[in-house]
């Protein structure tokens, strides 16, 4: 690994690379955000049509832990980054030893791992003020019989591999921990307590290699069915206490960690006013797409400017801002066998004409239901014009509101 510090700056030629692991809708709007600023972009994914390939400069089609890939990506860029989680550390590692790497391995093997994570912000909470849920460890069935009656009703996780809601289960007696503990095959789970949630944030934040830190507004997420909904910036029901408090534990969080990337951590603000921290990922977040159109650096250009060691930009938001997460299932009839109905294609041109939208569609070519296909943020003078421009977005896609 390059151990100077100096930029990697834009050149036509020799071109600069970046690399990326991972081909999803995360790694299409980084090569957006890098090519914009004059790099040329390599994507590792072993799909072969995939939304970030399909933009790239190259597609490496290599699985995550392929050494050949590996080494191809190492050799052709300069830095690499990752555009999900569950790209093993040790590729990431591996490739250290090559081309700068950041996210380090390291950070990501935290935020893979349910358990990792939360102790990780146990041993945090004396400088971020904020702790997880009650949970406990489940690696085997005996597990059950020691968890204290008071984690119920709660959620089991599975411990890795999660996400958008799928590897947990709500669970109210010990006899339902026992039946979902068994319905996971054995993998390692952690049981959470259920807690009264008033609202849901996240803080996005981003570390330069410099040490230089930077925090984004606070944005305010609904999920639905584990699937993040809609993000508003600001947040209808964030209080300034709240936010501060969830601000000032992202900091401190990405400096434990001695981060370089962007960083997103959820929070739950409970109904007595106190935040817990939820999870993080160690790369742009889906509640960071509003960065995009309604902040001077998005969180894609953020992303490029810590790998390659440049100044961090400027975080300032210039527009309140909706953003709705576009689902396969608005492709189907509701309630309509998707084996026998033809998926149609939605009428973007109704949500285009609406103001202030912006639509981002994915390139995945298949609609399934639940499947992230696009989203569109709506941009307004006020954020009551661009929440009710949402609503209107909603009614026009047959999305109750
Ligand atoms: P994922 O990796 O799928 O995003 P999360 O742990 O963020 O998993 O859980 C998904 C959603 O489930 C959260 O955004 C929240 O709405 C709900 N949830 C998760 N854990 C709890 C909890 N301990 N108490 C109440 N709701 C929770
Ligand atoms: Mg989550």
């Not at 390291?106 to 349910?114: I, L």
Request: with cysteine.
């Amino acid at each position: 690994m390059s151990q100077s510090s100096s930029p990697f700056k834009p050149s036509a030629s020799p071109a600069t690379w970046l690399g990326v692991m991972g081909g999803g809708q995360l790694g299409r709007m980084f090569a957006h955000a890098a090519q914009k600023m004059g790099f040329k972009v390599a994507v590792l994914e072993p799909a072969l049509d995939c939304p970030a390939g399909q933009v790239a400069d190259q597609l490496l089609s290599a699985g995550y832990t392929d050494s050949d890939g590996l080494n191809r990506l190492a050799a052709q860029c300069v830095a690499v980054t990752t555009e999900f989680e569950n790209v093993s550390a040790q590729s990431l590692s591996y490739l250290a030893e090559k081309a700068f790497v950041a996210p380090a391995g390291e950070c990501v093997a935290v935020a893979q791992d349910r358990l990792a994570e939360k102790r990780f912000f146990v041993e945090c909470a004396t400088t971020s003020g904020v702790f997880p849920a009650a949970h406990k460890e489940i690696k085997t069935a005996a597990d059950i019989d020691q968890i204290p009656d008071d984690l119920l009703p709660g959620i089991l996780k599975t411990a890795r591999l999660g996400y958008d809601g799928k590897g947990q289960v709500r669970v109210k007696t010990r006899e339902e921990v026992r039946d979902a503990f068994a319905a996971m095959n054995g993998v390692v789970c952690v049981l959470e307590k259920m807690l009264p949630l008033a609202y849901e944030i996240s803080v996005l934040a981003a570390r330069g290699a410099d040490g230089q830190a930077v925090v984004y507004p606070i944005a305010e997420n609904v999920h639905r069915d584990g699937i993040l909904f809609t993000t508003m910036v600001p947040g209808p029901h964030i209080g300034k206490d709240a936010a501060a408090k969830a601000q000032a534990a992202t900091l401190a969080v990405i400096e434990q960690l001695g981060y370089v990337g962007v960083l997103c951590i959820e929070f739950f603000v409970l109904t007595d006013g106190s935040v817990v921290v939820n999870e993080m990922a160690p790369r742009p977040h889906n509640s960071g797409h509003y960065t995009i159109d309604a902040c001077v650096t998005s969180q894609f250009a953020q992303q490029v400017r810590a790998m390659a060691r440049l100044p961090l930009g400027d975080v300032r938001q210039h527009s309140p801002a909706a953003m709705l997460n576009i689902l396969g299932d608005i492709w189907f009839e509701p309630g309509a066998d998707d084996k026998t109905s033809a998926p149609r294609e939605p009428a973007w041109d109704k949500v285009l004409a609406i103001p202030g939208a912006n639509l981002h569609l994915y390139g995945k070519d298949v609609a399934r239901r639940a499947r992230k296909m696009g989203h569109v943020t709506f941009i307004a003078p006020t954020m009551e014009e661009a929440q009710a421009n949402l609503n209107n977005a909603c009614a026009i896609l047959g999305i109750a509101p």
